[in-house]
């Protein structure tokens, strides 16, 4: 069985490059992310090993590894991240508060190395172009 997902949006970014320069220093340094939320999701032993996926422009871009659950001061739950930033296919997606859960079957393919399905088109007019079903 796979690994529950969760996504969230990637609040206060302009884009996915915005989201890469606020995280870098973290990832750099090699340290895990923790971000911080209100109430322990429900189906969190699911979750480990799954990953949390960034919508950005309404659109998925980036994934990260989710490593646990920590308590945190002030009695809110830390959501932990690998420090790495992975590549996904920029399906288009809703808005939403929070996080969601996400299923393995409907998470978005990791991307090549480097690289865009569609050999070279930008992120951002291969999500367009999929939203109209041209790729």
Not at 11 to 29: P, V
């Amino acid at each position: 069985m796979s690994a529950l997902n969760l996504t969230k949006i990637a609040f206060g970014c302009d884009g996915f490059d915005d989201l890469r320069a606020r995280l870098a220093a973290r990832i750099e340094r090699g340290e895990n992310i923790v971000l911080s939320t209100r109430y322990m999701p429900k189906r969190a032993d699911e979750m480990v090993g799954g990953s949390l996926y960034w919508i950005s422009q309404h659109r998925f871009g980036l994934r990260q590894p989710l490593i646990g659950f920590s308590e945190i001061e002030g009695g809110r739950i830390g959501i932990v991240l690998a420090p790495v930033l992975i590549e996904v296919e920029p399906r288009p997606r809703r808005a939403h508060q929070g996080w969601r859960y996400l299923s393995a079957e409907d998470s978005p393919r990791d991307l090549a190395e480097g690289g865009v399905s569609g050999e070279g088109i930008p992120a951002g007019l291969h999500a367009e172009l999929a939203a109209m079903g041209l790729l």
